[in-house]
C-alpha cells in the first residue's frame, strides 16, 4: 500500500495514528514532531502521503504545507486538526493540503481520507 509520514508534536498522537495507518496495510516510513523535521523527512524519504497536524512548535503545519507544496506541487498531505481549528484547516486546504482528519481520531474516518487522497 502507502509509504506515510506521520507528523505531530505529540508522541502519543504519533503512536495513535500509526495503529491506525498499520491497521489499514500501510507503512509508517517516518514521524516528525515538528514542521522542519517534517520538511527534511519529506525530502528524505519520499513518502506518498503526509499526514500533518496544524499546531506545532518551531515551525506549524501550515508553514510546512507551504514549503513542501512549493518544492513538491504533487505531495498528499492530511491536516489533523483539534476541533476548533476549523479556520486553519480551510487555509491548508487552500494552499494544497488534499483533506484532513479530526482528533481525537476515528479508525475508520483516517483510513476513509488516506485511501480517497491515494
Known amino acids: 500500500m502507502a509509504n506515510i509520514l506521520i ?3 505529540a508522541k502519543f498522537m504519533r503512536m495513535t495514528l500509526g495503529t491506525i495507518i498499520e ?3 500501510h507503512t509508517v516510513i517516518g514521524e516528525a514532531e515538528d514542521g522542519r523535521e517534517a520538511i527534511d523527512l519529506f525530502h528524505k ?5 503526509v499526514t500533518m497536524d496544524i499546531t506545532m ?6 508553514e510546512a504545507v507551504d514549503s513542501i507544496l512549493s518544492s513538491q506541487p504533487s505531495a498528499k498531505i492530511i491536516m489533523c486538526s483539534a476541533m476548533g481549528q476549523q479556520k486553519m484547516v480551510v ?3 487552500e494552499k494544497g493540503a488534499k483533506d484532513f482528519i479530526v482528533k481525537p481520531f476515528d479508525e475508520t474516518r483516517v483510513l476513509d481520507a488516506i485511501n480517497r487522497v491515494l
Open 23 to 25: 491497521k489499514g496495510n
Open 91 to 93: 487555509e491548508a486546504i
Open 7 to 9: 507528523v505531530d508534536d
Open 45 to 49: 524519504l519520499s513518502p506518498d502521503l
Open 57 to 62: 512548535p518551531e515551525m506549524n503545519g501550515l
